[in-house]
């Protein structure tokens, strides 16, 4: 194959000095004109007066927030799935099917060709500053593995096809790309995940992979199952992918994974590099280490802006943008795009780290906050107390959620239940000191926790064996590429479905 990496290397070069000059407030502001414009003329823009519109307040004062439920049910639910016109000009080719974390239903997100162009030069992004940390490098000499979702879309209408975000980016897949591009088509297409592993695995071992995209929670699972092909060699990815050298990663938090990527990577001086997709679009690419925030993209056909998380339920939230963030404040992010989605409230939580340029860590999402009882705790505290726990015992973990206890009975103190998976067993001596570990770190990472502690009982921790979570996922139909495991169970439907599998497959311990 031929080695293509020193015109990617020429093409990065030209972009990261524009990155590097680039003004992210002047950027979206270019971006809001630009798609309001473009939009004018749809039924959506005439009825929000788009062609008035010239500047980020006008935006703000005649468009308001909207969640995908309204969106559907106001915009999209009456003419799909052939959207003509309707928020963006011309036809919708393609919808992304997302099932809701939270509530598990089933959304179809309006993904135009103009969105698929954008996904492309964020990918593009990723591998320009791929580059600018590995100068040695030569990616473009073998494969990129894209460990997703099935790729089969199913047609909704002549022309109009809907599936995992994959399967789209896939069925785009540019000429000069393919060669390149691995899994094949044939096994792309299946759906059922442990087909397609058994499938995937020995053949990726013959292919010549230099760079991997994926959830973390479900390569890990892949990765063992390479291991296990080859189980006269370490655990190392040198000894199924030797030159490996890019690990593209998203989707969770990759805090409780972090340390067995490590493990596995150790000696390939892989590049672990974090991104924030999502089915509505390309948000931001670390440009830097780990924990240092993620660069939000701020010229690739999405106008953000962000909503102090406790005022995302008022009638008249303030909407903040670039231009006057806050670093330091949670916020939720709320998304307008060239696929037609306007001040359209995303369901993510983020954190500004920097300003200038604008960087951000994923915090949550909104409906992964606990505040069962004043504690006002959020996704990101959650996962560092529990990080915190789990250095305190010496143990990683792979998968947790958390649910909270009310009280049954009057007198009774309510709580949190922690449903953890570690990477090795937790011994029943080493419980009380988890569990005296996370409370702590709790109270440590979050005020109001501390504040409310006295009036709740401690922590209470369900084991869950190796495995333990990706079965339950599998049990639920929810396996693979997309599909992540709900943080925080808020319905007592999800809360019963996890306990009764976790009783039926293994007692709890």
């Not at 971006?31 to 519109?53: E, M, Q």
């Not at 199924?240 to 998203?250: I, K, Q, R, S, T």
Request: proline letters at 7%; aromatic letters at 10%; hydrophobic letters at 45%.
């Amino acid at each position: 194959m031929l080695d293509a990496t020193p015109l990617l290397r020429l093409w990065a070069g030209h972009r990261l000095r524009q990155l590097a000059r680039q003004d992210a407030v002047a950027a979206q502001r270019r971006t809001l004109l630009a798609l309001v414009r473009r939009a004018a003329s749809t039924r959506f823009g005439r009825a929000h007066d788009f062609a008035r519109i010239d500047g980020v307040a006008a935006f703000q004062q005649r468009v308001p927030l909207r969640r995908y439920e309204e969106f559907w049910r106001e915009w999209w639910q009456p003419a799909f799935p052939r959207l003509t016109d309707l928020s963006w000009p011309g036809t919708i080719p393609y919808f992304a099917a997302t099932s809701g974390t939270t509530t598990g239903n089933t959304k179809y997100i309006p993904v135009s060709r103009a969105m698929v162009r954008s996904n492309r030069r964020a990918a593009l992004d990723v591998l320009a500053h791929h580059l600018a940390a590995r100068p040695d490098s030569r990616i473009f000499g073998g494969r990129s593995f894209v460990l997703g979702g099935s790729t089969d879309l199913v047609s909704q209408a002549p022309g109009i096809r809907s599936g995992d975000l994959s399967g789209i980016a896939a069925a785009e897949v540019p000429w000069w790309a393919r060669s390149r591009y691995f899994p094949p088509q044939d096994l792309a297409l299946i759906a059922d995940w442990e087909r397609k592993i058994a499938r995937l695995g020995p053949l990726s071992l013959q292919a010549d992979i230099r760079s991997l995209s994926g959830t973390p929670s479900w390569v890990l699972p892949f990765f063992a199952g390479l291991a296990a092909l080859r189980p006269d060699r370490p655990m190392r990815s040198t000894s199924w992918y030797p030159d490996l050298e890019l690990f593209v990663h998203g989707g969770v938090g990759f805090g409780p994974y972090r340390s067995q990527f490590e493990a596995i990577f150790a000696g390939a001086h892989v590049d672990m590099r974090e991104v924030y997709p999502a089915s509505e679009g390309f948000l931001a690419i670390a440009d830097r280490g780990p924990e240092q925030g993620m660069r939000l993209l701020a010229d690739n056909g999405l106008f953000l802006e962000f909503v102090p998380v406790e005022e995302i339920d008022l009638p008249a939230p303030t909407r903040h943008w670039v231009g006057d963030l806050a670093i330091g404040q949670n916020y939720a992010v709320v998304v307008s795009s060239n696929a037609g989605l306007f001040a359209y409230v995303l369901g993510d939580t983020v954190r500004f780290v920097d300003r200038a340029p604008p960087r951000l860590l994923v915090t949550g999402r909104l409906g992964w906050s606990l505040s069962a009882f004043g504690e006002h705790l959020i996704g990101a505290e959650i996962e560092a107390a529990l990080q915190r726990a789990s250095a305190a015992v010496g143990i990683p973990l792979r998968e947790y959620a958390v649910t909270p206890l009310y009280p049954s009975h009057a007198g009774e103190k309510g709580g949190h239940r922690f449903y953890v998976e570690f990477a090795a067993p937790l011994p029943d001596a080493a419980v009380p000191n988890f569990v005296q570990a996370l409370d702590s770190a709790l109270a440590a990472e979050n005020a109001d926790y501390r504040d409310h502690r006295p009036g709740m009982r401690a922590p209470e921790l369900w084991r869950v064996g190796c495995g333990g979570f990706a079965a339950w996922m599998r049990a639920r139909g929810k396996e693979g590429g997309q599909n992540k495991v709900p943080r925080v169970l808020t319905t007592a439907a999800l809360r019963e479905s996890l306990e009764t599998f976790l009783r039926q497959s293994s007692p709890q311990s």
